[in-house]
């Protein structure tokens, strides 16, 4: 089993950086991918970013590419999602996943609560 806690979310104008973490409980989440999700008002969850167990492959939506940079730490069993150069159509609420390293938020098992992004123009 793995809680995923979601943090670093809030209200940046556009241009501007947020870093956003997820702190895991569970001694199995190192084995599991990790990814970022993000959702808007009336929207579908979408894929963000995704990295390995081992760290060592990631993956971005072409939206982001460039501009986010996915990471974990796995001493700190922490997962992080660095945004730079935010706009204001990257307002949404982000969750982090545990699972398989995949692109669909369907396949991943564990998920957090959301933290929410609010970027101004």
């Known amino acids: 089993q793995v809680q995923l806690v979601e943090s670093g979310g809030g209200l940046v104008q556009a241009g501007g950086s947020l870093r956003l973490s997820c702190a895991a409980s569970?001694?199995?989440?190192?084995?599991?991918?990790m990814g970022w999700f993000r959702q808007a008002p009336g929207k579908e969850r979408e894929f963000v970013a995704a990295?390995?167990?081992?760290?060592?492959?990631?993956y971005y939506a072409d939206s982001v590419k460039g501009r986010f940079t996915i990471s974990r730490d796995s001493a700190k069993n922490t997962g992080y999602l660095q945004m730079n150069s935010l706009k204001p159509e990257d307002t949404a609420v982000y969750y982090c996943?545990?699972?398989?390293?995949?692109?669909?938020?369907?396949?991943?098992?564990?998920w957090g609560q959301g933290t929410q992004v609010t970027v101004s123009s």
């Open positions: 569970g001694r199995t989440f190192s084995s599991y991918a």
């Open positions: 996943a545990a699972g398989p390293f995949d692109v669909d938020h369907r396949f991943y098992d564990y």
């Open positions: 990295i390995s167990w081992s760290g060592g492959y990631t």
